[in-house]
């Protein structure tokens, strides 16, 4: 059962234009999302976040949309630059036990052409 | 955000045999998580591993197989058990923080032959 699905496993953009990342969950009880970034040989890095009580969390060039009626967040990217060019995951969370474990989506690579 | 090493960064070993991934924080930390990269596929939490407690595993994987020890607030071991092909992976280890987000580390790549 995929909880966390990013359903592009690649999307190609052109430098300096908006980069769109989808990610649909099914369990109502996440209440808490995450976009991480990951290059090849190294461990994902944590890029930006947001609570179920939000809507859109910006921070720089990163900005991730919640719609929890339609169980579903996107990350943008503007302007993307070359160093973009990554697979992003995004995961999500709800407190079990005192942990907020992580359910990540099967990641999208993106490729940001000069 | 904690600093985070693991060793060995990489190895390849005989199926049959163990292998303790060994990670370290430069920091202490409440909340160390254990996860799996199988080939081509998503992260997956194997094990939950808080100081001076049993680790809390996910459905699927078994103390026998993965034990985890947490003797202190800065370090942890993963041992992948009596190793078959399809442990071949990348392991890693991640830090909570109070925000609820994760750090990791850089991932150890497992081959198994």
């Known amino acids: 059962d995929q909880q966390v699905k990013q359903n592009s496993p690649s999307l190609s953009v052109q430098e300096g234009r908006i980069s769109i990342l989808n990610c649909d969950y099914t369990?109502?009880?996440?209440?808490?999302f995450l976009w991480y970034k990951k290059y090849p040989a190294e461990g994902p890095t944590f890029l930006i976040s947001?609570?179920?009580?939000?809507d859109k969390n910006e921070d720089g060039r990163f900005t991730v949309f919640l719609n929890k009626s339609a169980k579903h967040l996107s990350l943008h990217i503007v302007p993307s630059q070359p160093g973009d060019s990554a697979v992003y995951f995004c995961?999500?969370?709800?407190?079990?036990?005192?942990?907020?474990?992580?359910?990540f989506g099967q990641g999208t690579r993106l490729t940001i052409n000069p | 955000s904690a600093v985070i090493s693991q060793k060995p960064s990489r190895d390849i070993c005989q199926r049959g045999t163990s292998l303790t991934i060994q990670c370290q924080v430069d920091?202490?930390?409440?909340?160390m998580f254990w996860y799996r990269q199988q080939p081509g596929q998503s992260l997956t939490l194997i094990a939950t591993a808080n100081q001076g407690s049993e680790a809390t595993y996910e459905s699927g994987f078994v103390i026998d197989k993965f034990p985890i020890s947490r003797p202190n607030l800065t370090f942890s071991t993963l041992t992948v058990s009596n190793m078959s092909p399809e442990d071949s992976s990348i392991y890693l280890c991640?830090?909570?923080?109070?925000?609820?987000?994760?750090?990791f580390g850089p991932g150890t790549r497992l081959t198994v032959t």
């Open positions: 920091s202490q930390v409440t909340m």
């Open positions: 995961a999500a969370s709800r407190l079990l036990q005192g942990a907020q474990k992580l359910v």
């Open positions: 991640s830090v909570g923080h109070a925000g609820g987000e994760q750090y």
């Open positions: 369990n109502s009880m996440f209440d808490y």
């Open positions: 947001i609570s179920s009580i939000k």
